[in-house]
């Protein structure tokens, strides 16, 4: 049977490795949630895969010694705590690890939030969803609809912190394969959103469908464009991606401690042109990868990664931190309870400019404007990067066309791409659909944006 674990119990479980080491830090977390899905066939509504357990951290002999177990009462706390005291005492070992102090703080942030739909209410909706997209347009073939809601709770107790946050999670995802029966030509197409919050944020989203179709058709059949370097400018969707693969893990200072980062050699430096300022920020009002604090009971805050183009701050996490002589910022992060605490993104976007959209096709007398990205990696040893994107119109003698090519994929090396930014417009949008991994695992949540950019790239 399970039982509540409160900021006071764990306080009480891991006092004893505060008072006897020089440094004890403890991380609970509980996730639930929901995915109702539904296309053409079927409706499913499935609960996710719940978690709830403990980390328990401890600094000794220079050392970072970590236990962390499934959690059903606080006598699972103790047995984790019991079994890391254990291990200490049976090793030798020394290091030189010492971690920066922490700051006092005590925060209780955020609550969770009441549903009052049934499931049978949301398994009926995404049926609905579904059905309208298909309606919609008469060459839909196939379509769906999916919800997912998360509730996600943490507790950070150690010497100087006591911690405790509620972050419910939505997101919708709305898919169509469109299909030309003369030429058998299909495009397949997706959009969505994420965001903080719940079961409120079900609605029918009709003209973000309506968008996504219109895409959709314009694309079925598209050519490849040819491979070259081009003027272009990329939609809020493509600029979020570039700031995710630009400065993910080459900015990230457990990657740079390891001399895996091209972001080292420019720390100080000129990365990008002077219109850049990049940042990554988990204080973003409603977006999906914002928290209060982090897994290391940081207090969230803005990191200005890119200042007018000079490259000023990595994330961190606190060993890296504390290694590299750099300033903390709130980006330790873990998987779930039981994995490595990694430098991590949270929101990362590119802030907004003066130039308008009209000013920027206007001066480009040939090239693309890119849109609807769906995928992107980095190399950040040697700072080159791909993107992959839905969208590629044609701009000619600063007019937009009706010439579209799909897919298109977007190549290069990061501080030429960004140099080579020259226009950034105001507006900026937030597209919370995504997930990071390390490498190929250790999944979090992320989301990233941007502005319109007017950039030169190669495209294939």
């Known amino acids: 049977m399970q039982r509540e674990i409160s900021t006071t119990e764990l306080r009480r479980q891991i006092q004893p490795l505060v008072d006897r080491y020089d440094f004890a830090r403890a991380l609970f977390i509980e996730t639930s949630g929901l995915v109702v899905s539904s296309n053409l066939n079927q409706t499913f509504v499935e609960p996710l895969t719940a978690q709830r357990g403990v980390v328990v951290s401890v600094l000794h002999n220079g050392l970072l010694y970590e236990g962390a177990s499934v959690v059903h009462n606080a006598g699972d706390i103790a047995h984790t705590t019991a079994g890391l005291e254990k291990s200490i005492a049976a090793s030798r070992a020394r290091g030189t690890l010492s971690l920066a102090p922490e700051e006092p703080l005590a925060l209780n942030a955020g609550a969770p939030i009441a549903d009052f739909l049934t499931d049978q209410n949301k398994a009926e909706f995404a049926a609905k969803m579904a059905r309208a997209i298909k309606e919609r347009r008469a060459n839909v073939a196939m379509a769906s609809a999916r919800y997912t809601q998360t509730n996600t ?53 009709l003209e973000l469908i309506d968008a996504m179709l219109d895409d959709g058709e314009k694309i079925l059949g598209a050519l490849r464009l040819t491979p070259d370097t081009y003027d272009c400018i990329f939609s809020p969707s493509l600029s979020g991606i570039l700031a995710h693969e630009a400065f993910g893990h080459g900015t990230e200072a457990d990657t740079m401690q390891k001399g895996r980062a091209r972001g080292s050699d420019y720390l100080g430096k000129h990365v990008a042109s002077e219109k850049v300022r990049l940042y990554d920020s988990p204080t973003l009002k409603n977006a999906a990868a914002s928290y209060y604090f982090d897994h290391e009971g940081l207090p969230a805050a ?19 931190a504390s290694r590299l002589g750099l300033r903390r910022s709130p980006n330790g992060r873990r998987q779930s309870f039981d ?46 990067i791909q993107l992959e994107a839905l969208v590629a119109r044609r701009i000619f003698q600063g007019k937009l066309t009706d010439e579209y090519f799909s897919p298109v994929i977007v190549t290069g090396y990061v501080p030429e791409i960004l140099q080579s930014i020259s226009m950034v417009s105001p507006d900026v949008a937030i597209n919370g659909l995504g997930m990071c991994g390390k490498g190929y695992k250790e999944w979090v949540k992320v989301t990233d944006g941007g502005p319109y950019l007017r950039l030169r790239a190669r495209l294939a």
């Open 153 to 205: 709770r943490e507790i950070y107790v150690s010497a100087k912190k006591t911690l405790e946050q509620f972050m419910p999670r939505f997101e919708a995802t709305y898919s169509a394969v469109l299909k030309d029966d003369t030429t058998r030509a299909t495009a397949q197409i997706y959009d969505g959103f994420s965001e903080r919050g719940s079961w409120e944020l079900m609605g029918e989203n």
């Open 302 to 320: 803005e990191t200005r990664i890119v200042e007018n183009g000079i490259l000023t701050q990595p994330m961190t996490d606190h060993i890296s």
């Open 339 to 384: 994995h490595k605490i990694y430098s991590r993104m949270t929101n990362t976007y590119f802030k907004g400019g003066t130039d308008t959209l009209e000013q920027m096709i206007a001066s480009i007398a040939d090239g693309f404007f890119v849109d609807r990205a769906t995928n992107g990696m980095e190399d950040p040893k040697s700072w080159g």
